[in-house]
């Protein structure tokens, strides 16, 4: 059974996923993209354009499918091969957080939101994958 997951990136980090075929989660860490099997679905959450610095995004940015295969280490630059798996990404319209946060269930409370988003994978219900795909436009996953 396919699980939900929100992923938290950059959105300058998330496009290079996006045109790459791939997702990369914490800094390259091992153990978030080692969560993810073959036929999750992955939500990418963009706080900021960059990851120092740069414009406020605060939205949801990409949708994704996991694919078959193990996580793998290409070598970026010496010293640096992050872990990653490929990803099949589906085109969507962009989605502001904010207009959601009363609908979304891993919201505990709307005045503390952005807190949930200080971790750089967290799972999420169906239901709540499903309030956010409608959003961007994609049905019938």
Request: proline content about 6%; charged content about 25%.
């Amino acid at each position: 059974m396919a699980k939900y997951w929100i992923g938290v990136a950059a959105k300058d980090h998330v496009m290079v996923g996006f045109q790459g075929g791939f997702c990369q989660l914490g800094h390259g860490k091992h153990r978030p993209v080692e969560r993810l099997n073959p036929g999750d679905w992955l939500i990418y959450y963009a706080p900021r354009t960059k990851v120092e610095g740069g414009d406020k995004v605060q939205a949801f940015v990409a949708l994704g499918q996991i694919q078959a295969g193990e996580p793998y280490q290409p070598e970026m630059a010496e010293g640096f091969s992050p872990w990653r798996r490929d990803v099949v990404y589906r085109d969507i319209q962009e989605v502001e957080i904010q207009p959601l946060l009363s609908q979304l269930s891993f919201i505990d409370d709307v005045r503390y939101w952005g807190i949930k988003f200080r971790r750089s994978l967290f799972e999420i219900t169906p239901a709540d994958f499903s309030r956010i795909t409608q959003a961007m436009g994609v049905e019938n996953l």
